[in-house]
């Protein structure tokens, strides 16, 4: 069974930075893209940065210049270092990997559990 597990959210002020990490484990032959979407509270979930295999990454126009979407593949982890934050990028954050589980297998999505990030003086 895979798993991910996010760390780093927390409460931090306006203009701070912040870095969330995404670690998978279990079962895992290999992973596609990562992702971090955000949940602002009374919106839709929203893509927020990805990164593919090969390394190329988007990002949200909200946070282009400010996040850095990278990826550990030995440690099949995803980091997110957000700088310049604004109150506007508080939300709860997810971790999205595509992941095969084995070889015959399809790419399945999985989700982390979700960091709460506060922008706030």
């Known amino acids: 069974q895979v798993q991910l597990v996010e760390s780093g959210g927390g409460l931090v002020q306006p203009g701070g930075s912040l870095r969330l990490s995404c670690a998978a484990s279990g079962s895992i032959f290999s992973i596609a893209g990562m992702a971090w979407h955000r949940q602002r509270l009374g919106m839709q979930r929203e893509l927020v940065a990805g990164?593919?295999?090969?390394?190329?990454?988007n990002y949200a126009d909200s946070v282009k210049g400010r996040f850095t979407i990278s990826r550990d593949t030995a440690k099949n982890t995803v980091h997110l270092q957000m700088s310049s934050l604004k109150p506007e990028d508080t939300a709860v954050y997810y971790c999205?990997?595509?992941?095969?589980?084995?070889?015959?297998?399809?790419?399945?999505?999985?989700w982390g559990q979700g960091t709460q990030v506060t922008v706030s003086s």
């Open positions: 999205n990997f595509g992941i095969k589980e084995r070889f015959w297998s399809g790419i399945q999505d999985f």
């Open positions: 990164i593919t295999s090969t390394g190329s990454t």
